[in-house]
């Protein structure tokens, strides 16, 4: 089974493109997109995930430990999009030796490049339903006495201003129970948010607050997120091109991936948008995010990674 956690709204025996319900779904591997008949309980669907979730048992309390990735994903993606992405994602990981879940959380984003605003709009109104409807019953409902499940969460593109929103509005909701939660490694990559905000200010402090550590991978040479790359509200830098402010508290860190990248790029040809989506199809960059995950390295000791000018950069081979 594949697991998504949808808020889209529901058209006929499909999702729409608007915002919804969210729903907990289980699709099976021979479905070529989620719809409505994949929803299953919210309990049922939290014993699944866990049960994929735990992969060992803790060697001292013998409690079940494991790991469950929330990804997600950008703008301009229908429902088909999402799954394509989701399993690519996990494949990707299993690969590199991942045995924890993945979870997608899939937002109505449209199909059309340039309804970037409506998309936006859209993320905004989906945003608080990533937490109340995914990582914080998640969270809830694994009790940490018996089991130690790692929550971690994956940013691509737009996904990071759903997350960023998400964490912030997480924090201003009225119920105490909101606050109490969080997750171990947060990460973003191509992130379509400004630069700035990722400071140590007022709009991100909730992502700072909510977790361990924060990585995020970005590319210089990425069209999409240049000025005239979309129709995106101002013209501030993004995080995902230019990489994260002086302001950024220690526990974030920056991996410039653009050398990886322009030393590759004729091997993503096939991959659209590819110098905003490549990282889904290269393996270093997917042992890196495992790497991040498993959270048991120094994050100047990746193999993955070299530190030049004081910046870490992801490593590109020798020849």
Known sequence: MDFIVCCRSTRGADFGDDVGAVRH??????????RPVHQVGLKAWIADVT????????PVSGNPVGDVLFFVHGYNMSAADVLRRHRLLRAGLEVQGYQGAVVSFD???GTVAAAYLIDREKADRSAYKLVSGAIEP??????????????HVLAHSMGAYVVREAFDKADDAAEPSS???????????AADVSSDSLGASDSSRSLYLHSVRFTNY???????LSVSGAKRIGIS?????????????????????????DAH???????????????????????????????????????????????????????
């Open 25 to 34: 779904l289980a699709v099976p591997k021979t479905e070529q997109t989620h």
């Open 51 to 58: 049960a994929v979730a735990e992969t060992s048992r803790d």
């Open 107 to 109: 937002w109505p984003s």
């Open 138 to 151: 998640f969270v809830r409902f694994n009790d940490p006495v018996r089991c130690d499940v790692k929550v």
């Open 179 to 189: 606050k109490n939660w969080s997750v171990s490694q947060l990460m973003f990559c």
């Open 218 to 224: 970005y590319n210089r040479h990425d069209a999409v």
């Open 237 to 261: 830098p993004r995080a995902g091109r230019i990489g994260l402010p002086d302001t950024a508290p220690s526990k974030a860190v920056d991996v410039d991936c653009s050398d990886y990248y």
């Open 265 to 319: 790029r004729d091997s993503f040809d096939a991959v659209p948008n590819k110098d905003h989506s490549f990282y889904f199809a290269d393996k270093v960059w997917t042992q890196d995010l495992h790497e991040t995950i498993k959270g048991d390295r120094d994050r100047l000791a990746f193999d993955t990674r070299v530190v030049r000018g004081g910046r870490v950069h992801l490593k590109v081979p020798s020849a």
